[in-house]
Every structure is written in C-alpha cells, then in structure tokens.
C-alpha cells in the first residue's frame, strides 16, 4: 500500500517500448502486487517512485492468515482488487479503442496540476501511451498552433481547458 507519494507501474515490450498500466497514489494498493500475493506469482511488470514515497507492506503469510481469518482485511483486499482490476479494463479499452489524440489529452488532463502544468517531457508522455515521442511532439505541436497547450522545457501547459476536454470527449 502506498501510505505517501507515488508510484507508476509500466510494462516494457520487447523491442524496449513502455506503457504505463497505471499509478498507485497514498492509500491505494497495488493491482499486481495483490494478484502477486493471492495467487502466488511473479510481479510482471515494473513500477518506479515518481516523488517521494513511502510504502507499507505485508510479508505474505501475514496477508494469507489475514485473508483467512479478517473478513474486514478480505473485504477491503477484495473491493480494491475489484476497483484496480476495474480500472485495468477501463485503459484496455482506452488503447484498443481510442485513438492516441484522446489519450494524450486524458492524460494531460488528469496530470496536470492546479496552474495548468503538466512536469512530464514529451518522451514521458509517450511512454505513459505506449508511443513514440515523434508522435506524440506532433500532436503537441499541432495543439500548439490551435492554443490547447504551450510547450516548454520538460512541461506542457494546458492553455485551453475545455478544447483539450472536447478532444479527450470526441
């Protein structure tokens, strides 16, 4: 569990491509590591600190004699798996079905802070997508001349809150 900070969880492809399934932010759980611990697997993937963070865990037979004997423990295991694994299908269909422009401005949207400000480079950001930051600068560039967004150095500032929500929305 991530008590403060947090964390992202990618995937590499072969050819060194990454894709970023999700994030654990304070007080949300890991989906893998808690499918790691129910079903005694490997972890298949990778996840990194993005800020300072602090995490709490459980050796494994703690976790199993809780899941036997806490049916409060199971319930709030379960509910969150069941919410993470929720969230897991929810980008499935973000990546099968939507096309990269819709991504990049969900993104951009939920990684922005309260001034607008996204800290993330364009390789970042395409690596969040599964893409390739020559696409996704192109995308940028062309929302740059429309007023959506102002690129600078390692940021993107949303100009245009609500052009990028229509594109997110279309």
Partial sequence: MCLDGRTR???????????????VGAGQTCLLTTQCLLSGGL???????????????????????????S????????????????DLFSLI????????????ARRLLIEADRDGLVHRTHQQLAADLGSVREVVSRILGGWTDLGYVVL???QVEIADRPALAAVRAA
């Fill in 152 to 154: 600078r150095r390692g």
């Fill in 93 to 104: 269909d973000e990546i099968a079905y939507a096309p990269l422009e819709q991504r990049l």
């Fill in 9 to 23: 969880v990618y995937r590499t492809s072969e050819a060194g491509r990454e894709m970023l399934l999700y994030k």
């Fill in 43 to 69: 972890f298949q993937a990778e996840s990194v600190a993005e800020a300072n963070t602090e995490l709490a865990a459980l050796p494994a037979e703690t976790f199993r004699t809780l899941m036997a004997d």
């Fill in 71 to 86: 049916a409060a423990f199971r319930a709030f295991v379960l509910d969150d798996y069941t919410r993470l694994l929720t």
